[in-house]
């Protein structure tokens, strides 16, 4: 493996693009049981086949190979590798991460991994799941044997794929399993979410992997305020606190942000307040940056979760993606600058960033996203920008680099660089694929 300082990739995640959810021994995952309940997830899709990635890794591989891609960042599933969360061993679960990563290094292709992109074992949810702070040891272990069977291979290692999303959409607005909507109960789940980070950056020290790095994937976007009124502004620095100081400052300051804890007493939180000085700072080697959009927001009343927040969110005023977020390049710009700021020495990779759009399969076979490249091409000007700037940016992944099961959405919403048609599970590069395989090749002749 060659050594790279900008690395041009892709990302994935297992229930989204693997299917055969019960080959080889696998346990459940909570989103597995969820998604089977009428209403849940539109059209009543769910992930059983998905891209049966599982079936045809071997091939999507080359495909990624073709493509000329640098890394991949992919995640196991945890029900795969400890069928009942913990206690016995499914060897058949590693041995499928095996090949996927032997395949990939063979390739030249860097991998980058993710513990827990949101697969937690059915048994482990009927625990309690992340309300239970237990389960965060039983996610160490699981992580301890990742790490102990595949930290020779594996240089890039991700605990946690947006903890945010974990927490506000699954135990606070409940559209995302379990469904709870309790913002005491979420903010115990971060708690623990972020406990299990650290438990799993102790082993990852006292493993001592040469070369290894270990971070965190944090959903992060700008927030601007509607004017410079001090009501706006205030508003503005209650939704930054909410959503990306939330799980930032503790890994990288071991600190909770004021503004939450304020919020965490006017509401009677006690638990995360009793707790805050479980959080150790400085717990990341790199920050995976996942970003889509910017928010904008006002001070007012709001409704749900924003009443809690006093602001409402304004509608975008740019245009959107197909899933109606706001297109802003610059806020990436915004994003790297305002964390480098404060951490110039800190490793920044962009471990997501991509756009939905409607696309089509034309008479002559080709999937001409145009938007997908303008949404894509602007992005990544506002990397190279901040790049050129000084700012440690180590990578920038493409979110997806296959259409895959949008969550709650379903099949309805496709990101992928490649085209899949679900009925016969063909791949068809799109114009965007074509595009990014080109500009991996000028950036490799320029060395
Ligand atoms: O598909 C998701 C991914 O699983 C997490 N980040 C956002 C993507 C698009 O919604």
Redesign the pocket.
């Known amino acids: 493996m060659q050594k790279n300082d900008f690395y041009l990739g892709v990302a994935t995640?297992a229930l989204?693009i693997e299917g055969s959810l019960a080959a080889d021994g696998s346990g459940q995952s909570l989103w597995e049981v969820f998604a089977a309940q009428p209403g849940k997830v539109f059209n009543n899709d769910t992930p059983a086949l998905a891209c049966d990635h599982y079936r045809r890794c071997e091939a999507d591989l080359d495909l990624m190979a073709a493509l000329g891609i640098e890394m991949y960042r992919f995640s196991t599933a945890w029900p795969r590798i400890f069928p009942a969360g913990a206690g016995a061993l499914n060897q058949k679960g590693l041995d499928f991460y095996a090949r996927l990563i032997d395949g990939l290094l063979e390739r030249g292709i860097e991998p980058m991994l993710t513990l827990y992109?949101?697969e937690l074992p059915q048994t482990m949810q009927e625990r309690g799941g992340w309300a239970n702070r237990d389960v965060a040891k039983y996610f160490a272990d699981y992580a301890g044997t990742m790490l102990e069977r595949f930290g020779d291979r594996v240089k890039y290692w991700i605990t946690h794929?947006?903890p945010w999303?974990t927490t506000v959409l699954g135990y606070w607005e409940g559209v995302h399993p379990p469904g709870t909507k309790d913002f005491a109960v979420a903010s115990q789940v971060a708690h623990h979410l972020l406990y299990s980070h650290q438990l799993v950056w102790r082993i990852f020290q006292e493993l001592n992997l040469p070369q290894g790095q270990l971070g965190i994937a944090l959903?992060l976007s700008p927030v601007h305020a509607a004017s410079n009124q001090p009501a706006d502004l205030a508003a503005a620095d209650r939704y930054d606190a909410f959503l990306n100081r939330w799980f930032m400052d503790p890994v990288l300051k071991g600190t909770y942000p004021e503004a939450l804890c304020t919020l965490w007493r006017e509401q009677g939180v006690s638990y995360p307040l009793e707790r805050m000085d479980e959080l150790q700072a400085g717990t990341i080697n790199f920050l995976g940056i996942?970003y889509?959009t910017r928010n904008r927001v006002q001070a007012g009343s709001g409704d749900a979760l924003y009443a809690l927040l006093r602001l409402e969110q304004l509608p975008p005023e740019l245009p959107a993606t197909e899933?109606g977020w706001e297109i802003y390049p610059d806020g990436l710009y915004e994003l790297l600058t305002r964390i480098s700021r404060e951490n110039k020495e800190l490793p920044l990779f962009i471990t997501?960033n991509?756009a939905?759009f409607p696309d089509q399969v034309d008479a002559d076979g080709r999937v001409k996203d145009e938007q997908r490249i303008a949404y894509l091409e602007a992005h990544l000007a506002q990397v190279r920008r901040a790049k050129e700037e000084g700012v440690n940016v180590r990578g920038y992944l493409v979110?997806?680099f296959l259409d895959?099961f949008?969550?709650t959405y379903g099949y309805s919403?496709r990101?992928g660089l490649v085209y899949v048609d679900y009925a016969t599970q063909k791949r068809i590069i799109k114009d965007s694929g074509y595009w990014y395989r080109d500009q991996i090749n000028r950036k490799k002749q320029k060395g």
């Open positions: 995640s989204q992109h949101w794929n947006e999303v959903n996942n889509y899933m997501e991509g939905a979110w997806s895959n949008e969550w919403k990101f």
